[in-house]
């Protein structure tokens, strides 16, 4: 019995199961158009993002195999983002141009069913939110080489937004240039993370070559794809969107380097289950203060999983405190924290209750 004798009738097994997945992927839609209509009626809004982690978190728990369970959570996001583009297609901010590890968050939280919004900086990216023509931002919060993001720290302070989710994804550096050879090349540009990320790499391989900071990777490779003289620091995404080669890949000093995005519009999500909050505090410059102002949490029995510093650039040597806690502020134990904090803190701001990444 030949080859195809063989697969013939494995391949109408998969033929019958593909038409029973469609027909299931339609009820599907048809189900989520009729939310829609509820939504519509209530103004409730159309992403939930704690609802949508439920759904993930539950076909990961669920999924028997042979299949990975991230691959099939991966599926189950495009699933639920062309479902709720039914409904309506939700817009949101990025640091752009197209090809950025920040479009790549946009997608990873929010599925491909999205309109995209390119920005030149943070600020747009808040800017747009804020103004409502996009109805969220995605920012970059912190990276596991080089720390804080301080332009989104400060924004955060001074907002109106809320963070309604967060996720965290691995960031691997390519070199990449418009001919795929460094031959002609005198500049080196990349978002200056991106620059700080590869120094060791760069100082052992092209030392003499001037590093230029940009915008971000995707305007490098923008850049690059215009002048045989640029070579670029990007991600494989953007070096495939503007037709380059890569000269090397993997050029970050940390193999396991990952960044940690922030979602940030008017959406407050409810708890999911599973949930993060975000908070700044300042307290008075004196010995024990800061002691003294986490002992609630100890108190309540609330995990803190992030403490950071930021000057709060008054000259007087002040500082703001971004803390992450486990936990969602409707929680009995993180409200009453919550509350006792607020009355010992000069400065206290709730920046975000949210579902845990993925």
Not at 160 to 174: A, D, F, M, Q
Not at 253 to 258: A, G, I, L, S
Request: charged share 20%; glycine share 6%.
């Amino acid at each position: 019995m030949s080859t195809d004798d063989k697969l013939k009738p494995l391949r109408e097994q998969i033929d019958a199961i593909d038409a029973q997945i469609l027909d299931l992927l339609n009820r599907r839609a048809r189900v989520a158009q009729e939310v829609g209509h509820v939504k519509a009626e209530t103004n409730a809004p159309v992403f939930r993002p704690e609802r949508e982690a439920q759904v993930l978190r539950k076909v990961a728990n669920n999924n028997p195999g042979p299949l990975d369970s991230h691959d099939v959570q991966t599926i189950f996001r495009e699933i639920m983002s062309s479902c709720r583009a039914l409904e309506r297609r939700v817009t949101v901010a990025y640091l752009g141009p197209a090809g950025t590890f920040s479009e790549q968050a946009v997608y990873q939280q929010f599925g491909h069913a999205v309109e995209g919004v390119p920005c030149s900086s943070i600020d747009e990216v808040f800017r747009a939110a804020e103004a409502g023509t996009a109805d969220f931002g995605v920012v970059p919060v912190e990276n596991s080489s080089e720390g804080a993001i301080n332009r989104t720290l400060d924004l955060l302070l001074q907002t109106t937004l809320s963070i309604s989710g967060e996720l965290s994804i691995p960031v691997h550096h390519s070199l990449m240039t418009k001919s795929g050879t460094m031959d002609g090349i005198t500049r080196i540009c990349a978002h200056s993370q991106a620059l700080a990320q590869c120094q060791v790499w760069l100082n052992m391989n092209y030392p003499n070559i001037e590093r230029q900071a940009v915008a971000s990777n995707g305007e490098a490779a923008r850049i690059a794809s215009e002048d045989p003289t640029a070579a670029a620091i990007a991600g494989e995404i953007a070096g495939q969107r503007y037709n380059l080669g890569v000269v090397k890949a993997h050029v970050q000093d940390d193999p396991h380097n990952r960044t940690r995005f922030a979602v940030v519009g008017r959406l407050q999500p409810t708890p999911s289950g599973k949930d993060q909050t975000s908070l700044v505090l300042a307290v008075p410059n004196k010995a024990g203060a800061v002691y003294n102002m986490l002992a609630p949490l100890a108190t309540f029995g609330v995990s803190m999983t992030r403490f950071e510093s930021r000057p709060a650039r008054m000259g007087t040597w002040e500082y703001y405190f971004y803390v992450d806690v486990e936990g969602h502020v409707q929680d009995d134990k993180v409200a009453k924290a919550m509350a006792e904090l607020k009355q010992n803190a000069p400065f206290f701001k709730v920046l975000g209750s949210y579902p845990f990444s993925l």
